[in-house]
């Protein structure tokens, strides 16, 4: 007997995209798991270079919207996010440093251009030998940038979602994005994301939320000359490209915040540089805690490991290759054993 997977699969190697494959059979939601649907989307990746967005289908549950697989290449993933198709490729194990393709489409990054353009202001940089928290403008960072909350923009908002779920963890990990764009000569000078231990309101900023985690830096478009994202100790560099983004963790295994995740904004030579940073901490605010489906704190050094504590009736497995916790529809591990 040919099961629904069976059929969608046939349909799909037929020339049907998922969604218009499930849209002649229904009822044929309720008889998938996570594993048969993230074997079809990643049919479909491989068959058109996309995936549906299945959020379309009346009452398609939430799980099924969300799903990551191993890619045929090495050290490779990709990952289905509301029809978007993310390939992340694993560069360093530690720290775990990613390149994402495909991150935003050029409408999401023109959307969010146009919506942060004009809202510009020089940006500022903190002090940390001073009290306070304003900021102060410095030669070591010439850029403009501002603030675009993902409450009050979709396109934002989805942003924020699909980079949560690339971590493991929730969109309320997230600070406020913030939208950066550089001219030419600007630049920002070597740096770290990480709130530094020496900052005299360290402890305030870190005691609800912890530090930041994961940084993504997307790019919201190319850039003529210049403008390169460098990690000098990491001898890594990554050039604009729009949609594009790099990921990588500012704290290492043990808790302990990573220095070698020093970057710079390299000069822009010609042209301009537009980048969007996503912070995601190690905690969701206190207030929010109990109102969503994870909570994932870093460990203590003794387990060395981020948790993720799944709710409600979601499967949880651990990683074979690094023993984290991983919710299938939720989470894609960037663990050591996944790297080459």
């Known amino acids: 007997m040919v099961s629904v997977a069976d059929e969608l699969h046939t349909a799909i190697e037929s020339g049907k995209t998922l969604i218009e494959a499930l849209e002649t059979r229904p ?3 309720s008889d998938l798991d996570a594993a048969a649907v993230t074997a079809l989307y990643a049919h479909e990746a491989r068959k058109f270079g996309g995936v549906s967005d299945l959020g379309a289908l009346p009452r398609c549950p939430r799980r099924w919207q969300w799903a990551s697989w191993e890619a045929t290449e090495p050290a ?5 996010c509301r029809g ?9 194990p530690e720290p775990r440093v990613a390149s994402l393709a495909g991150f935003l489409s050029a409408d999401e ?6 919506l942060a353009r004009p809202l510009l202001k020089r940006s500022r940089v903190i002090n940390h030998a001073a009290e306070g928290d304003v900021g102060e403008l ?4 010439t850029s403009e940038s501002c603030r675009v909350p993902a409450a009050r923009d979709a396109v934002v908002r989805r942003a924020v979602q699909r980079a949560a779920f690339l971590a493991g963890l929730t969109p309320w990990h997230a600070e406020a994005v913030q939208v950066v764009r550089y001219l030419p000569g600007q630049q920002y000078r ?7 231990p ?3 309101r360290y402890a305030e900023k870190c005691d609800d939320r912890g530090n930041r985690l994961l940084s993504f830096f997307v790019y919201l478009s190319g850039c003529a000359g210049g403008g390169r994202t460098a990690f000098p100790e990491l001898r890594l560099s990554f050039e604009p490209e729009v949609g594009a983004a790099v990921v990588w963790y500012n704290i290492d295994r043990e808790g302990t915040l990573d220095g070698r995740t020093l970057h710079a904004g390299e000069p822009v030579v010609s042209g301009e540089k537009w980048g969007m940073n996503i912070w995601l901490r190690q905690r969701a605010p206190r207030r929010a805690r109990p109102a969503v ?3 994932v704190e870093i460990a203590s050094p003794a387990a060395a490991r981020v948790r993720l504590a799944a709710e409600e009736s979601a499967a949880e497995t651990r990683c074979a290759k690094c023993g984290d916790r991983v919710a299938p529809a939720l989470g894609l591990c960037l663990c050591r054993g996944q790297y080459v």
């Open 84 to 92: 978007r198709l993310v390939r992340v490729t694993r560069l360093r």
């Open 76 to 80: 490779c993933a990709a990952a289905a």
């Open 109 to 114: 990054a023109a959307h969010i251009v146009a």
């Open 293 to 295: 489906r994870a909570t």
């Open 198 to 200: 020496s900052d005299a």
């Open 190 to 196: 070597p740096h770290h994301d990480y709130f530094d």
């Open 27 to 29: 009822d044929a939601l």
């Open 138 to 141: 410095s030669d070591a960072r």
